[in-house]
């Protein structure tokens, strides 16, 4: 079946650092993947998006890359700021409109 | 423009009794689905709706209902609450084939079953 598995939390970080937050996934064909974050007391936003092989999702100064070979889609980002603070999640759609989520990354960014 | 509005907010309700969520999705958007978010499990996908046809459902119980309306509006019904089905409820919208577009999603209804 479906799934996605990304890494466990919580994350924290110092302002300026590196960041990366795995995730790899699990389904037959192409699926398309997706970054959502969730602010606090909020619903989630789409981060970004790649729907084929080899393609790179960027927004905000994060970027995954689609890796068909290693069924990966790792979120990067080269300098984290306070304000990217949140959960982090990881999602692949196969057929038909349905999410598959990962279970979410807790990233804490500290001055 | 107005994103996804689900009504009410917060709510508390106790076991065996039955509970109405809203959802209203952006404007021009046909592609409603609704998920339920718990600590324990995570995001789990309830139903789709397309142009008010429920296009696929998640593995819940028949207590988990819903429906949309012809303006896209949206509701979902849970019927003989019990403890478990506290969660944060979450609303989506999309425009089109909802999943290459990306949803966008409301900040959700929070339900206690006390």
């Known amino acids: 079946g479906n799934s996605v598995t990304q890494m466990e939390g919580p994350v924290t970080l110092s302002e300026e650092a590196f960041l990366t937050i795995n995730c790899t996934y699990t389904a037959t064909g192409y699926p398309s993947l997706f970054w959502y974050v969730q602010y606090p007391g909020e619903g989630l936003q789409l981060l970004l998006k790649a729907t084929k092989a080899d393609d790179k999702g960027s927004n905000k100064g994060f970027e995954a890359t689609y890796r068909k070979e290693t069924t990966s889609f790792h979120l990067e980002k080269g300098s984290v700021q306070v304000s990217d603070s949140a959960v982090y999640f990881c999602?692949?759609?196969?057929?038909?409109?349905?999410?598959?989520f990962g279970t979410g990354t807790s990233l804490t960014v500290i001055p | 423009k107005a994103g996804v509005t689900q009504t009410p907010r917060y709510l508390i309700k106790t076991r065996g009794q039955q509970v109405t969520l809203s959802c209203s999705p952006i404007?021009?958007?046909?592609?409603v689905s609704w998920y339920q978010q718990t600590p324990g499990q995570g995001l789990q996908f309830l139903f789709e709706y397309f142009s008010e046809t429920q296009r696929n459902k998640g593995n819940f119980p028949g207590r988990f209902s819903g429906r949309q309306f012809s303006n896209s509006r949206s509701e979902m019904n849970v019927s003989t609450l019990e403890l478990g089905d506290s969660a944060l409820y979450l609303c989506?919208?999309?425009f089109g084939d909802g999943g290459d577009y990306g949803y966008t999603f409301g900040s959700g209804t929070r339900l206690t079953v006390v």
């Open positions: 999602a692949l759609k196969h057929t038909g409109n349905q999410f598959y």
């Open positions: 989506a919208s999309s």
């Open positions: 404007s021009g958007h046909r592609s």
